[in-house]
Nanobody
């Protein structure tokens, strides 16, 4: 299993942008489907975006057109560019990875999470 560490969270005003990064350690990163999930207080964790080993991407409807997921296999990183942020995007964001991850089943590796707060 790989270890995942997120960075890049913080406080941003509505309409602003933020980039989250996830660094993986261990081998086999290029074989993993990677994703970003989020969890707001009192709500279930939900898939935000996912990128496969062939860089096919999926976005939840609530972020489509505003967020962009990308990966760099040589650096073993996955990023989430978040634009036009809204207060309802406020949540803890988690990096996830797994060989068998799908849109409905998360992978087995999780990061510790990074907080994103959108507020004026």
């Amino acid at each position: 299993q790989v270890q995942l560490v997120e960075s890049g969270g913080g406080l941003v005003q509505p309409g602003g942008s933020l980039t989250l990064s996830c660094a993986a350690s261990g081998s086999g990163f290029r074989f993993l489907t990677m994703g970003w999930y989020r969890q707001a207080p009192g709500k279930q964790r939900e898939l935000v975006a996912q990128i496969t080993i062939s860089s096919n991407t999926y976005y939840a409807e609530f972020v489509r057109g505003r967020f962009t997921i990308s990966r760099d296999n040589s650096r073993k990183t996955v990023s989430l560019q978040m634009d036009s942020l809204k207060p309802e995007d406020t949540a803890a964001y988690y990096c996830n990875g797994g060989v068998t991850a799908t849109r409905t089943t998360a992978g087995g590796s999780w990061g510790q999470g990074t907080q994103v707060t959108v507020s004026s």
